[in-house]
């Protein structure tokens, strides 16, 4: 007997929902292994993780506020992977909106009437994180320097420039020495609904439609498809790759700022530590989960949410490390790589007997 | 030819052969039977399965049912390495070897004989003994980038005698040569027959057939439909039983009524992507309503020509003319937008978006301009539609028009091309190479297509290596050799000799 993959006839729709799904599962299967080995209750540690992130409505709003980057970054992310432009720079983009914005925030607040404190903040975190995009993008479009790398490395140029500010020029006079800036004026408050969570819900929900719409109802979301898909069939048919790979990845970028520009404008309040704490990351998975689709984004943002508050949790319940919902969202990208096998190829199984069939 | 049937016997037994693919029985209970000493071809339309079953034999593939019988022994074989032990080795259609390691590392590479130090002063002068036999012509130092097609096909040839094959397979081994070199090859071939070696060639060409073959199959649609001898048939006799029905070798079309130039090229140079120069002062016109056909040995500069009119290479020195217009190292988008279409040489790798859907690749040149596109809104029903009635006027059979253009056959996706940059074009179309690998029908439809464009007063630069073709679709010929021309002539006035030689690097001149 032998198995062997057979490419399928068409990409199969049921798959693609099946990949993502059993995907999870066995990488719950996989953790609860590791947490057998740590000697805790697998079942009653996923229960506690799951009430820990849904449970109650407090609780869930926390995992609404860890969902709304996750679901920026994740979207953002996504576009630039439909170019097979590998953007791993979320994290520094994020970053540097978050600066950005803080900018704004401390510094032209005097100038500014209030009620544009608050949109001009956003919008110049959206910028920065666009042109940090946009450095790995024209290196890579006219030097073809490999973006992964760069884009990777300015993560932690950004990172690095943020502490460089909230521990010393930007630092708190008032501070007693803690680093972070001072407090936002309030005229740069996002304004939160429930809890902590925000009103920066709504408007990731509202971008991931439209990106959807972006991607599969204009010329330019057709253009990137085909410079996606087969960039040299697209160049023959008349696409210009390199403006269409700068275009998708500055806005790649402007998502993962304005993710920036939420945390410090809605959350903290002030640029400190904890911005970078691997949002742009875990954007990574939440867009191959979603199959690069921005609305699917959206609901794996929640999950991938729902793990991190729910890791925190099992933490202060069972003392297991926090980390454990890291571990758990880790897991889920190996089993999906290796499903995504199954959308183009089925297993068939050949058995001695239908080979003598013939003899 | 010995005709002592006592001496041959079976080398390579084939029985009910049987292989499945996804929607495609690509070989039915297919029977094959090899002679030592002889030469059997394999002919058969595109998709008929002739590269399947050869591949089952050289173990790339395996049989779903069937068995293979080597000196009437029964053989598993289940890769390439399985065949090299039974003798059995195939030089495929793109050669597999390492373009920057030398003819001797070639050789030896994945040899499981040799030491872990190579002896490479010993492989060399065991080639040179092969070389010196056969005449190949081969210096076990070359590095295979620098070799013509034709050099480097003879070390896959080298390759195989090397490592002891008795049964050569040979994938149209003459695609990629001049008539000189497919004669040379011819000769080669013959030499190792009279050896007791014998080949297995697959092709669809009839005169090499008749020239190279001691025995033919036919196959059609997966199945075996006759066995002949060679000596025994004609060309035309083996193009009905390839199709089952007479084929028109000749294309029916009025005379040229040329009009205006649409296209004109003012001595122009070009790199290629190595940095050395491809066109070496290129100058042609092309009217409308004229065929310009460009015969060459691939390789020769062809690609950088269809590439620098249609805006995807640089032209370093000299003028492209569209249309009386100045379109020198203009960008692809503005040659499509003064009309000119292209089908590309490489029609997966460029011609198509294999992930994206039938309708969305009918699309791909539309679709920026109304009414498929309105202020940056695709209108996916429109796109739909003006794909559904392209579907069914050139023909396309598709599952549906959403199906993934990877699915279909590489006929369907050449007419998938073909219905899109007709569609688009106004003044000029560039079609290289556009009948390659199709079956005799898809040929026939694409000829056929590329007359009607030229009847409907457009200019059509038609690149093949196939001279029947040229000679019976175009107008004029132009033959390319190292980055210049040859020459041009009237294709009445054209014949396979002088065509042959001017490809080889003759000019007109001293050809005549």
Redesign the interface.
């Known amino acids: 007997m032998r198995l062997v993959f057979?490419?399928?006839?068409?990409?199969s729709k049921k798959a693609i929902v099946l990949v993502p799904v059993v995907s999870f599962l066995v990488s719950l299967i996989l953790t609860g292994i590791l947490l057998i080995i740590f000697k805790t209750n697998p079942f009653i540690t996923y229960s506690s993780m799951f009430v820990g992130a849904f449970g109650s409505w407090i609780n869930f709003t926390e995992t609404l506020v860890k969902a709304i980057p996750l679901m920026l970054t994740g979207i953002g992310v996504g576009l630039a992977f439909r170019l097979r432009f590998w953007n791993i720079g979320a994290e520094g983009q994020l970053v540097f909106g978050g600066v950005a914005a803080t900018w704004v925030a401390l510094f032209w607040s005097n100038f500014l009437p209030p009620f544009l404190v608050l949109p001009t903040a956003i919008l110049m975190g959206i910028i920065a994180g666009a042109l940090w995009a946009g450095i790995p993008a024209f290196l890579k479009v006219y030097l073809k320097v490999d973006e992964t790398l760069v884009s990777l490395m300015l993560n932690y140029v950004a990172i690095l420039t943020a502490q460089g500010l909230y521990y010393g020029a930007w630092i708190d006079p008032k501070g007693m020495g803690f680093p972070g800036t001072k407090l936002f004026p309030k005229s740069a408050w996002l304004p939160r609904f429930s809890g902590r969570a925000h009103v920066g819900l709504f408007i990731a929900i509202l971008l991931g439609l439209v990106m959807w719409v972006v991607l599969n109802?204009?010329?330019?979301?057709?253009e990137v498809?085909?410079s996606g898909?087969?960039p040299?069939?697209?160049?023959?048919?008349?696409?210009?790759i390199g403006k269409t790979i700068i275009t998708a990845i500055l806005v790649s970028g402007a998502f993962s700022g304005m993710a920036g520009a939420f945390e410090v404008t809605a959350i903290s309040h002030r640029l400190q530590q904890g911005l970078a704490i691997g949002y742009g990351y875990t954007a990574i998975i939440v867009a191959w989960m979603a199959q690069l689709n921005p609305i699917a984004s959206l609901f794996v943002a929640v999950l991938m949410a729902g793990l991190l508050v729910g890791g925190d949790q099992v933490q202060m319940m069972m003392g297991l490390p926090a980390a454990m919902g890291i571990v758990l969202q880790g897991m889920i990208l190996f089993p999906m790589l290796a499903g995504s096998l199954f959308t183009d190829y089925r297993l068939k199984i050949?058995t001695k007997s239908?080979?003598e069939?013939?003899? | 030819m010995k005709n002592d049937q006592n001496e041959k016997y079976p080398i390579v037994e084939m029985i009910g052969i049987t292989k499945q693919f996804p929607g495609v029985l690509a070989n039915d209970t297919v029977d094959l039977e090899l002679f030592s000493g002889e030469v059997l071809a394999l002919l058969g339309e595109n998709g008929a399965g002739k590269s399947t079953l050869m591949n089952i034999l050289a173990g790339l593939y395996r049989a779903d049912k069937g068995k293979i019988l080597i000196k009437g022994e029964e053989a598993e074989i289940n890769s390439p390495k399985d065949a090299m032990k039974y003798g059995i080795g195939m030089v495929h259609q793109n050669f597999k070897l390492v373009p920057t390691m030398s003819v001797a590392e070639n050789v030896v590479l994945g040899l499981d004989s040799e030491n872990f130090v190579l002896d490479l002063q010993k492989v060399s002068s065991r080639i040179k003994e092969i070389s010196n036999h056969y005449n190949l012509k081969v210096d076990p130092g070359s590095i295979i980038w620098q070799m013509s097609v034709g050099e480097q096909q003879r070390v896959e040839i080298l390759k195989l005698i090397y490592r002891g094959a008795e049964v050569l397979i040979l994938d149209e081994p003459t695609a990629v040569l001049t008539p000189q070199e497919s004669g040379e090859l011819n000769r080669i071939v013959k030499q190792m027959t009279g050896e007791g070696k014998s080949a297995i060639f697959i092709t669809h060409k009839m005169d090499e057939v008749m020239e190279f073959s001691d025995w033919v199959r036919v196959l059609q649609k997966g199945k075996l439909v006759s066995v002949v001898r060679t000596q025994d048939t004609s060309p035309k006799e083996l193009s009905r039983m390839m199709v089952g029905r007479d084929v028109l070798f000749r294309v029916e079309k009025k005379k040229a009524n040329p009009g205006e130039v649409v296209l004109e090229l003012e001595n122009v140079k070009a790199m290629n992507d190595k940095g050395l120069e491809a066109l070496k002062g290129i100058s042609f016109s092309l009217r409308r309503g004229e065929i310009l056909g460009i015969a060459g040995v691939a390789g020769n500069g062809q690609r950088e020509l269809t590439e620098v009119i249609t805006g995807l290479h640089k032209v370093t020195e000299g003028r492209v003319i569209i249309g009386g217009k100045d379109m020198t190292n203009k960008s692809p988008l503005e040659v499509i937008k003064s009309g000119v279409s292209h089908i590309p040489s490489d029609r997966v790798a460029m011609g198509i978006v294999g992930d994206m859907s039938v309708a969305n690749n009918l699309a791909m040149k539309e679709y920026r301009k109304a009414p498929l596109t309105q202020h940056g809104i695709l209108n996916p029903g429109r796109i739909l539609e003006m794909a559904k009635k392209m579907i069914s006027s050139f023909m396309i059979s598709t599952p549906a028009p959403y199906t993934s253009v990877k699915f279909l056959s590489g006929g369907n996706i050449q007419k998938t091309i073909l219905a899109r940059e007709i569609g688009a074009c106004s003044t000029l179309l560039v079609a290289a190479y556009p009948a390659r690998g199709l079956d005799v029908g898809a040929t026939e439809s694409v000829r056929k297509e590329m007359i009607a464009e030229r009847d409907g007063g457009k200019g059509v630069l038609l690149v093949s290596e196939d001279l029947e073709e040229l000679m019976s679709v175009s107008d004029r010929i132009a033959v390319m050799n190292e980055g210049r021309i040859m020459g041009i002539v009237d294709s009445a006035e054209a014949d396979i000799e002088s065509l042959g030689l001017m490809m080889a690097g003759v000019p007109m001149e001293k050809g005549k």
């Open positions: 057979e490419k399928r006839n068409s990409v109802r204009t010329k330019w979301g057709f498809k085909m898909h087969n040299r069939a697209a160049r023959v048919m008349g696409v210009d050949i239908t080979k069939e013939a003899a």
